[in-house]
């Protein structure tokens, strides 16, 4: 499952020099958390929900880093109002967000925050980018990068179910 | 559960004399108006807002500058907001991070109410059973001097008791694009 246009997120990752990968698992940042607990120039930070992810991107920002935040649809409910932080600060923020309840979803209880994500992320003032498919994602990784760190704005980057794969549910 | 009386404004300013590059995050409400008290700066980054996330900012910062001391100074409500912060902290471990409860059992800026160490839940037990091996409470006047040494030389976790009395507002800029623009100027220089 762990496809080629993960490790090229990876690296891309790596290319906009991101030092510190913060995570709530989702089995679609698998690959992605491997590589960031691999690598010496990373720090993965495992975090117990995802608006701890918000306050330590805007902290490691203030100290000079730069930090990237991984999580599944339903996390972004759990940003909210962390979210205020960047917006009010005006700091950059980078999150990578895999979809579910939005296509091939067996489990109900992720379709209305999956439903509600880019609204809620949009709403809220983060700029939301789309990837579709797998030759897509590195680039508009890396375009996201540039958009948050260079123009200091939070950016989310929707990585849709489809190209995910949806979970396949064995009773 | 009673509180000793420590004066909230006394504690915080023999914690803060003389901060030289001491990274400062407070948090939101009363802690924010007792650093500034203590004396704005540039490297206080004092919260008007972000609930539960001062901890965690004080987590990147920590990672980011190896070299430095970074100081966390909060409330216990805006601490038990964000509780899972202690085990993510715990885990990662930085020895440069030293956070401080001011522990007034109260929500001070909504009025007052208890909040939960006012019924005997105890944020130091949570900590080290977070797995945080440093930790403290403090309850005398005594304990202040010695208390501000560890807190520049250890990864501590310390819950500082203070009576519930609440000191006037002494704010900070309430921008936080300036907040962290003249921070960032300061640590990391201009260009940055
Ligand atoms: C998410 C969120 N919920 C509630 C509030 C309202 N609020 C502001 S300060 C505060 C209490 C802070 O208490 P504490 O951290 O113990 O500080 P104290 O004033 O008691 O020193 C609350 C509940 C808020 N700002 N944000
Ligand atoms: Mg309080």
Redesign the pocket.
């Known amino acids: 499952m762990a496809g080629a246009w993960q490790d090229e997120v990876f690296e891309t990752l790596r290319r906009a020099a991101i030092r510190q990968i913060a995570y709530v698992p989702d089995a679609g940042h698998a690959r992605l958390i491997e590589r960031a607990h691999a690598d010496p120039d990373m720090r993965a930070v495992v975090l117990t929900t995802e608006e701890e992810g918000v306050a330590l991107a805007a902290g490691a920002w203030l100290g000079g880093q730069r930090a990237a935040l991984l999580m599944q649809s339903s996390g972004v409910g759990n940003c909210v ?1 962390m979210l205020s932080l960047p917006m009010s600060c005006r700091m950059p923020l980078l999150m990578l967000v895999t979809m579910r309840g939005e296509w091939g979803e067996f489990n109900p209880w992720q379709v209305p925050m999956g439903n509600a994500t880019p609204g809620v992320l949009e709403r809220t003032g983060v700029l939301v980018r789309r990837v579709e498919r797998a030759e897509d994602a590195a680039e508009t990784v890396a375009g996201a990068a540039t958009l948050a760190f260079d123009s200091t704005v939070p950016v989310a980057v929707l990585l849709s179910q489809r190209l995910i794969g949806a979970k396949v549910w064995v009773r | 559960m009673t509180h000793d009386a420590l004066d ?1 404004r006394q504690a915080v300013a023999t914690l803060l004399r003389d901060p030289g590059d001491l990274l400062v995050v407070a ?5 924010n108006w ?1 650093a500034t008290a203590a004396g704005d700066r540039p490297l206080n980054f004092c919260l008007w ?1 972000a ?2 996330g001062a901890a965690m900012i004080g987590l990147g910062l920590a990672l980011a500058q190896p070299a430095r001391r970074v100081l966390v100074l ?8 964000g509780l899972g912060a202690l085990a993510t902290i715990a885990v990662q471990a930085p020895p440069n991070l030293a956070v401080a409860v ?3 059992g ?5 009025g ?1 109410q208890h ?1 939960h160490t006012a019924h005997g839940v105890d944020l130091a037990a949570v900590a080290r059973g977070c797995g945080w091996r440093a930790v403290c409470t403090v309850t005398q006047a005594a304990e202040l001097e010695g208390l501000r040494a560890r807190l520049r030389q250890e990864p501590l976790f310390a819950v500082v008791r ?1 009576a ?1 009395e ?1 000191a006037p507002r002494v704010m900070p800029p309430r921008d936080g694009a300036l907040l962290h623009h003249r921070f960032r100027a300061a640590l990391l220089g201009s260009e940055n």
């Open positions: 109002n | 909230r948090g939101l409400g009363a802690p007792d807002g609930m539960g909060t409330g216990d409500g805006e601490m038990l907001m001011l522990d007034n109260r929500y001070g800026e909504t007052s909040s203070i519930p609440e």
